[in-house]
């Protein structure tokens, strides 16, 4: 893979989209903090099937954290992992209210020190909200990264160090989304849809460009993550 290529897979990336986004719903700094937080080892549905009844009632950090873990598990109870989350979103919020004059902070060091947030919390925030060309290295970018070679590692530390190198600037902004929604829709783990992929003549994943039948899949889980890495 060398940069000619990379920049020609994210040329024909950003003109099949734009302007990408993320799938998760969210209308303040605040709502995406706590959606993103929700969404560990969940689906974006799942998420903002909760959120779609949370946010009309508590949508601040007071509101919330006045609601009490018990008061939150009711409306999260259908995501995975509900009672772990509402803990650490009840306490993300007493810091936000105490540390942050309840505002989500825009620095990475902040961000990773609320409960329940790591590197890729803090990564997706930082990009999604606040507009820095960070990389969020999530299962699907992962398995992308390394399929492609457009960057590949072991951790998703690693993966996320090798896209800020080699992504050419013009597109480390929106990078994150093309990536996660070409995972999530076209490389797909167990069965990627290499006829109707986009980037197919540029990828060299050739056991699958070549055997699209075959299946085998690259997830982060097989790796070890890096210190913050969640």
């Not at 799938?23 to 799942?46: C, G, K, M, N, R």
């Not at 055997?211 to 890096?226: A, C, T, V």
Request: hydrophobic share 35%; glycine share 4%; charged share 20%.
């Amino acid at each position: 893979m060398n940069s000619a290529k990379r920049h020609e897979i994210f040329s024909r990336l950003r003109a099949r989209n734009p302007t990408p986004t993320t799938e998760l719903h969210y209308s303040t700094p605040f709502e995406l903090l706590a959606a993103v937080l929700l969404s560990a080892q969940a689906t974006d549905i799942s998420v903002n099937a909760a959120t779609r009844q949370l946010f009309p009632k508590a949508n601040t950090p007071e509101a919330i954290y006045a609601m009490g873990e018990q008061g939150l598990i009711p409306f999260i109870q259908t995501i995975g992992l509900f009672r772990s989350k509402a803990k650490h979103l009840i306490e993300t919020c007493r810091l936000l209210i105490e540390h942050h004059h309840s505002t989500v902070p825009q620095n990475r060091e902040a961000l990773e020190a609320l409960p329940g947030v790591g590197r890729k919390t803090a990564n997706v925030v930082l990009n999604t909200a606040f507009g820095e060309p960070t990389i969020a290295v999530d299962t699907h970018i992962f398995r992308v990264s390394n399929r492609t070679l457009i960057a590949s590692g072991k951790t998703p530390l690693e993966v996320e160090l090798k896209l800020i190198k080699h992504v050419p600037d013009e597109f480390k902004r929106d990078a994150h989304h093309w990536l996660i929604l070409h995972g999530r829709y076209v490389c797909k783990a167990r069965k990627p849809d290499c006829p109707n992929c986009p980037i197919m003549d540029l990828c060299e994943y050739k056991s699958k460009t070549t055997h699209p039948l075959q299946s085998e899949s690259i997830e982060p889980s097989q790796s070890k993550p890096g210190p913050g890495s969640r």
